[in-house]
Nanobody, 122 residues
Framework: VQLQASGGGLVQPGGSLTLSCVASGNIVNINDVGWYRQAPGNERELVAH???????NYSDSVKGRFTISRDNAKKKVFLQMTSLKAEDTAVYYC?????????????????WGQGTLVTVSS
């Protein structure tokens, strides 16, 4: 199983950006998904979480500005970011809890994308 994140880049303060993450491999089901970020010198932190039942959870710093969504058919997760601030600058990672069928067993594990850099600067 692989998670491939994309969509990062340089954006001016106040601008918008949408991150995408696509899962591939021998996937039976994708449960909860989320986006995390890590700024230089900081620990990785949760940005947004989307449970399999549709419930969402956002960090206080992004509430009202970021929106997490998913396309189950395409095995994709999105993070729509608006009103971006300099403090949103970080490497963003997607995360998914995925069920696979391996060696005649159903196994559920957490998987991480490789990270995509978002830089908010004028």
């Amino acid at each position: 199983v692989q998670l491939q994140a994309s969509g990062g880049g340089l954006v001016q303060p106040g601008g918008s950006l949408t991150l995408s993450c696509v899962a591939s491999g021998n996937i039976v089901n994708i449960n909860d998904v989320g986006w995390y970020r890590q700024a230089p010198g900081n620990e990785r932190e949760l940005v947004a979480h989307l449970a399999s039942d549709g419930r969402t959870n956002y960090s206080d710093s992004v509430k009202g500005r970021f929106t997490i969504s998913r396309d189950n058919a395409k095995k994709k997760v999105f993070l729509q970011m608006t009103s971006l601030k300099a403090e949103d600058t970080a490497v963003y990672y997607c995360n998914a809890r995925i069920m696979v069928f391996y060696n005649s067993r159903y196994l559920t594990n957490d998987y991480w994308g490789q990270g995509t850099l978002v830089t908010v600067s004028s």
